[in-house]
């Protein structure tokens, strides 16, 4: 029976020690995949924001120098060039009437934001959003800008390929982790077994001293 209470002892702790150090692992990874996910996303998000008012940018120009019938044309260039899933254009009005478009019947179900246009008229500012797309986990980010005098831009690109990007890096992340928390697991049961071997090597000696064996030491 003593020798059985020692080994049970041993057991439990080496358990005790592996599941601590297996889930303080797991932790820090779960930690470390929050940290990139949310850098990834953001640098995602801002370099699309870029390509938004970079092309906002550009039809203000072409506005400017060339009016609303080039603006028109080069709309429907772009759409076409970056394909037309992939981007649209509207103009607008100030009172949300769209008077000129790329081709929207992949987008039939992005309306108009009363409340974007109301914040550049009455702020001066763009706004953009993110639209999910109805039965579709694509998403959208959209931008609103005042490109002339009365002639807002609505100007959408999808996030398609930003998605994918994202959904490999978690798959990757997850088949990473599951292995490196298996790994850990095993580093740990034998770190926690080299650790408890010393304790059990102290209570059986401390248990022969107590038995009669007065000539051991601890």
């Known amino acids: 029976m003593s020798l059985k209470r020692p080994v049970r002892f041993r057991n439990s702790l080496t358990l005790r020690l592996t599941l601590w150090y297996t889930g303080i ?6 930690v470390a995949f929050f940290l990139f996910y949310t850098l990834i996303t953001s640098v995602i998000q801002e370099k699309t ?9 550009q039809f203000s120009a072409v506005l400017a120098e060339r009016g609303i019938e080039a603006i028109e044309g080069v709309a429907v260039f772009e759409a076409q060039a970056a394909g037309v899933k992939k981007v649209f ?7 949300g009437q769209v008077f000129s478009s790329s081709n929207m019947n992949y987008w039939k179900d992005i309306s108009i934001n009363k409340e974007a246009i109301a914040q550049i008229l009455g702020e001066g500012r763009r706004v953009i959003e993110t639209v999910s797309l109805s039965g579709s986990k694509n998403q959208v980010r959209i931008l609103y800008a005042m490109i002339g005098p009365g002639v807002i831009l609505q100007v ?9 990007i994202i959904d490999a890096f978690k798959g990757v992340f997850l088949a ?4 490196l928390i298996a790994l850990a697991a095993g580093i740990g049961w034998f770190m926690a ?13 401390a248990q022969g001293i107590s038995g009669g ?3 051991k030491r601890v």
Do not use: C, H, I, K
Request: glycine share 6%; proline share 2%.
């Open 193 to 205: 077994r080299r650790a408890v071997s010393g304790v059990e090597a102290v209570t059986l000696t």
């Open 89 to 95: 254009f509207r103009f607008l009005y100030p009172n």
């Open 156 to 164: 959408g690109q999808s996030m398609e390929n930003y998605r994918r």
């Open 25 to 30: 692992f797991a932790v820090f990874s779960v």
């Open 49 to 57: 924001d870029q390509d938004l008012l970079s092309q906002a940018g």
């Open 213 to 215: 064996t007065l000539e």
């Open 176 to 179: 990473t982790m599951a292995l």
